[in-house]
């Protein structure tokens, strides 16, 4: 009788739990409190240098804000309504000041309710403009800096589909935007239209690597309707109002005028469509115009994408990075592969670049030819010029110094991508007499800013550069004590100006302007800190091995007033996200700082801290695969040997009780935490939100893994947790937003592996996020989701 009733009272327990009727919850004082703070503004500094804008915006979205209008078209979530990207992250607010100045101005006349994108300095830095969406539409803004006062210059029916709606005239006086057409199709409503014909796609038998994309094309009215949405024509509008049409209807993806500012460079994208690539894989036409919308020359058309060769070094055959080049009125710089584009083909030459003088009767010109994978250009001056070169398997990346005048280099860096300790810097930039930025170049030197990066913590610094003798001194180095500092800018290099950052564990960033040379600081702003119950709280980067040899590091955090010398033993909580590496050295080396300020959000489990937790954040979970081993090969005993080793070096610590133990990660990182608590019995309980965790799902490669599922199916198959849901039995809280769209973690692949672990009689609990993506960003989601996580934890380990 008694077993009868147990049998009984399960079903009915089961029954009862399945789901949940429950509304947004918020979580424990403690966390809300650092959860409901006002965000500090933004800051940009205009291109002279002289003003400073601040941008305001709520801290975050609301649900109503997600809930608006959207169809999802072509890789693109729009609203149709407002003609923009159902994306966009909007400001509310704007203040200026001058570099020097003492206060913050509010900008005046904004417009009611403002919602705020696409901010852009005019070329001579007198003006600021901006895109306000209403419910009717988008339309565009101007501040004037010296008076801080804003006026709209066009009414709400500009195109954002596509993103920004509008370009600067070199002069200052014009704007190019994209407007929607006069005349325009009506939105198809696809869940009422009665198709005339099933969908059909073909394949050529040609074989192709391209992976799984969200909200594709589905049917002609999907077509239709993208079509419709995205098309715009250009118009030029000057700061009164006034607006003379340039050119006619199109998908109007890119635009950008030479830096003499006589010409336009205009992409448009062509039909046939695809249902099986987003929007920038479909056929493309690039023609130069003059500014009348005058043509000029089709400079470039690209076919429909659909077939890519394998490997994250193959490209599409065809020009390629076709842009202007900085330091010349009107030439355009371009790319074309000499191998096919395909990574796998034994070649001397991989791409060569070539030039084009406008206005392009004459046939382009070869510059040089590279051995690897053409990454982009910085150019300087007739010259001097940077070429950046990559190749994936081998992580190699090269810097030449070309002179483009005699089409000769000399190789100026080659390193391991990923080796963070031995980077040169990026080099300095400024405006040239186009307004075009282009490498700063003073007595044949240019000049490097470094990150700073060493195994003995982080310097930043600014390095000179002999362009003849190819010979660096080091100018500057950051000597901050007990902060940390990043270089952001450089203002003048004569005058030995640069804006920095500056910041503590407890001190939020700053900026200031500081004189190299005589060391002086003016700070430019004051921000507070807006968590000031983490201000006693500990936190130490810690160093430790894995068992293999592999250095590894996090970032410790104890409870404020915790006793270091009694050692009560707390449960610990450990934030992580897998990365791949070919070579050892690289993969122990770490860029964290315990200067850096400690700034808690949804994105880890910092705020646990103040609950009486430890917290391992940004915990090092390298896998490595040197020589022909791919990382992969091993990952899952890798992945254990790094939960093994971050447990192992806080306990040898004395702070934490080894049985309670619990683990997280968001995208990769759910994929990992799914699959330490498939493998090992290192955690009490695991949190994983928003991950993949059926490898078959995305058979053409994830992450770093170029193989496809038929080169490795028992790599794809071990590595998958839907594939072990078995071997799962440790308390797992799943979240995932409902309306994801990041290639291969769809939404689906969540629910199924919930039903998996659920029928499998495995603890685990579910959480839909109602129209989160990828990111969760309303405050009704992002709150309830530290709720659920604190009760979890509460429950599974805590109190274990």
């Given at each position: ?157 500009l195109n954002a589909s596509m993103g920004s709606p509008y370009e600067w ?185 070539f030039t084009w003088d406008a206005p392009f009767a004459a046939d382009a ?365 440790t308390p797992m809280l799943l979240i995932h937003g409902a309306a994801d ?60």
């Open positions: 009788m008694r077993i009868l009733f147990s049998f009984l009272l399960t079903c009915l327990l089961f029954a009862t739990y399945g789901q949940e009727s429950i509304t947004f919850q918020k979580p424990s004082p403690e966390i809300l409190a650092l959860a409901s703070y006002q965000r500090p503004p933004s800051v940009a500094m205009s291109p002279d240098g002289n003003w400073v804008v601040f941008s305001y915006r709520t801290t975050y979205k609301s649900l109503e804000d997600l809930n608006q209008d959207e169809v999802r078209l072509a890789g693109i979530r729009m609203n149709p309504t407002t003609n923009s990207a159902s994306t966009t992250v909007y400001l509310n607010n704007l203040k200026v000041k001058r570099r020097d100045g003492q206060e913050e101005i509010q900008v005046k006349d904004l417009p009611p309710h403002a919602k705020i994108a696409h901010l852009s300095f005019s070329p001579d830095s007198k003006k600021l403009t901006f895109t306000h969406t209403s419910a009717n539409g988008v339309g565009l803004w101007v501040v004037d800096l010296q008076s801080a006062t804003a006026r709209a210059i066009t009414k709400d029916d005239y070199k002069n200052s006086a014009y704007l190019l935007i994209n407007k929607l057409p006069g005349t325009r199709a009506k939105i198809i409503d696809t869940t009422k239209d009665i198709p005339l014909g099933p969908t059909v796609s073909t394949s050529e038998g040609q074989v192709s690597q391209l992976r799984t994309y969200q909200d594709l094309l589905k049917n002609p009215q999907d077509e239709s309707n993208f079509e419709t949405l995205t098309q715009a024509e250009l118009y030029r509008v000057d700061l009164e109002g006034e607006q003379s049409k340039i050119l006619d209807k199109a998908i109007y993806s890119q635009r950008s005028f030479s830096p003499d500012g006589n010409y336009l460079l205009i992409t448009t994208i062509k039909k046939p469509f695809s249902y099986v690539v987003p929007f920038h894989y479909f056929p493309q036409q690039t023609t130069v115009y003059d500014l009348t919308g005058k043509l000029v020359k089709v400079v470039n058309e690209t076919p429909l994408i659909e077939v890519m060769p394998k490997g994250f070094s193959s490209t599409r055959t065809g020009k390629r990075s076709m842009s202007w080049r900085g330091d010349k009125p009107a030439t355009l710089v371009y790319v074309e592969a000499l191998d096919g584009g395909d990574a796998s083909r034994k070649v001397d030459w991989r791409d060569e670049i010109k070869s510059l040089y030819k590279v051995a690897d994978r053409y990454a982009g250009a910085v150019w300087g001056d007739a010259y001097h010029a940077l070429i950046y070169t990559q190749w994936y398997d081998t992580r190699n990346e090269k810097i030449f110094l070309l002179n483009p005048s005699v089409n000769s280099a000399k190789l100026l860096s080659e390193r391991n991508s990923q080796d963070v300790y031995s980077h040169p810097g990026n080099v300095y930039t400024t405006r040239n007499e186009f307004g075009s930025l282009v490498m700063a170049i003073h007595n044949n030197k240019s000049f490097w800013i470094g990150d700073g990066y060493t195994k003995d913590g982080q310097f930043p610094f600014i390095d000179a550069l002999d362009m003849n003798k190819l010979a660096k001194t080091r100018v500057y180095t950051s000597d901050v004590k007990g902060k940390k500092e990043d270089i952001v800018r450089v203002l003048d290099i004569k005058k030995g100006e640069i804006l920095v950052s500056i910041q503590s564990p407890a001190a939020y960033p700053n900026y200031f302007i500081k004189n190299i040379k005589s060391k002086k600081t003016i700070a430019v702003t004051a921000f507070d800190n807006p968590f000031k119950s983490l201000e006693g709280v500990y936190k130490e980067v810690i160093h430790y091995k894995r068992k293999d040899g592999v250095k590894l590091s996090g970032t410790l955090y104890l409870p404020a007033g915790y006793d270091k010398t009694k050692k009560e033993k707390l449960p610990l909580l450990i934030w992580a996200y897998p990365t791949e590496y070919k070579d050892k050295n690289t993969a122990g080396q770490t860029t964290a700082s315990p200067y850096e300020f400690t700034y808690p959000s949804y994105g880890s489990f910092v705020y646990w801290v103040t609950k009486g937790y430890a917290v391992l954040d940004d915990a090092a979970f390298p896998i490595i695969g040197e020589g022909d081993t791919e990382p992969n090969d091993t990952f899952i005993e890798q992945l254990l040997a790094n939960g093994e080793a971050a447990i192992n070096a806080v306990d040898s610590l004395g702070y934490i009780d080894r049985t309670k133990v619990g683990v997280g990660g968001h995208s990769y990182g759910a994929f990992m935490t799914a699959n330490l608590l498939t493998h090992s019995k290192l955690f009490a309980v695991g949190i994983a939100r928003s991950g993949a965790y059926n490898r078959t799902l995305t058979p053409f490669g994830f992450q770093r893994e170029q193989r496809n599922y038929w080169d490795v199916p028992d790599v794809y198959n071990k590595m998958s947790p839907f594939m072990n849901a078995d071997k799962m039995k769209n990041n290639p291969g973690t769809f939404t689906l692949q969540t629910e199924r592996y919930f039903q998996a672990l659920k029928n499998l009689g495995a603890p685990v609990r579910m959480v839909l996020l109602p129209f989160e993506a990828h990111g969760y960003a309303s405050e009704e989601n992002i709150l309830h989701t530290l709720w659920e996580q604190d009760q979890f934890l509460e429950k599974y380990l805590k109190d274990k």
